[in-house]
Nanobody, 115 residues
């Protein structure tokens, strides 16, 4: 079955960096566009970044543009999110899934930005 296992979250001070990883299985990963989504307390889940299946074309939410970088390794069925210059408003649970139809979700990984 389709599975996503996110990792790499944690507590970081404002201005710090984290690198999230997501191991995917149960589908033809290299053929599918992928994305990172996030959900802050009391808000709806939102798209943070996405990447095409081939060619590596990316797109970012305005709130993370210039600070976050999404990438993928099709040989490892893994998608990454490098997060730099983190802000308190980046605090959320981060999930990876397919794009544009995220039918399956993993447990997510908590990112907390606080001093």
């Amino acid at each position: 079955q389709v599975q996503f296992v996110e990792s790499g979250g944690g507590l970081v001070q404002p201005g710090g960096s984290l690198r999230l990883s997501c191991a995917a299985s149960g589908f033809a990963f290299s053929n599918v566009p992928m994305a990172w989504y996030r959900q802050a307390p009391g808000t709806e889940r939102e798209l943070a970044a996405r990447i095409t299946s081939v060619g590596g074309r990316t797109n970012y939410a305005d709130s993370v543009k210039g600070r976050f970088t999404i990438s993928r390794d099709n040989a490892k069925n893994t998608v990454y999110l490098q997060m730099n210059s983190l802000k308190p408003e980046d605090t959320a649970v981060y999930y990876c899934s397919t794009w544009p139809k995220p039918d399956y979700w993993g447990q997510g990984t908590q990112v907390t930005v606080s001093s």
